[in-house]
């Protein structure tokens, strides 16, 4: 399977239109049983991967997931990092911010969650919904002490921008590598995916009136995502927007952007020195007696 990350990847400095991305392609997978062959490749690959990350102890990696409703993070998530040691990685899922959060700048409560060296580092939305949902509900900014401002001006958002794109140099100039994923659903096939949820009972508990409010603003967000990706993508933290009409090609996608990025680390197991080596024969010796 020959998946380009680039083919995915928002170029620096480039004005998104996402009527021009698309939301589906033809798979990589033939059947459902090859795409569990290529998925298990992959989660074996990519706790290998881990392994190795843990042990050159040099690096984390920080992968950060934004969608529309239904797109699909969870089975994302769940899906790709199945096969890797739950002690190292930390997935973390941001909804509205408390009283407390409210209370530091908008970067603090998801900045306290990175993960150590060695570690990947999960993100189920992040600091973007605050370019993303606070930018269609601006009242909302009232709460962290920007109550004069109803709706803010663009430079109000490319300050913000600003913030974010210090954040993650700052992030990768310390060896924490950044891979931000945009799962591009289209408004026919969340409207089949919110069905889906209603009539099925176990998928009841995901459904709400607040998801249909929230749809009833797509456009706005389809802005503030073009703005968003547009004005944050770079070298050290590209964005890229994966199709994500068919769940099972959205995970192999997002897969192999994982692998290669690891791949890319260029990492090592430790070296072992001719002292570390006799000290483990001497300790050998012991065991063995």
Known sequence: MKIDPEEFQVQPGTKVDLDKWATRMKPFYKSEKGYKELLAADVGELSDLQKLLYASNSHSLLLIFQAMDAAGKDGVIGHVLTGINPQGCEVHGFKQPSVEESQHDFLWRTTCRLA???KICVFNRSYYEEV???RVHPKSLGKEGVSEVIRPKDSFWKERFRSIVELERHL???NTRVLKFFLHLSKDEQRKRFLKRIDEPDKNWKFSEADIAERELWDAYMKAYEHCLGA???K?????VVPADDKLNARLIVSRIVIEAL??????YPLMTLERRAELQEIRKKLAT
């Open 116 to 118: 150590v060296r060695g």
């Open 132 to 134: 993303l949902v606070v």
């Open 263 to 268: 791949r890319n680390l260029k990492m090592s």
């Open 172 to 174: 990768d100039t310390n």
């Open 236 to 240: 050290a933290a590209p964005w890229h």
């Open 232 to 234: 944050t993508s770079t």
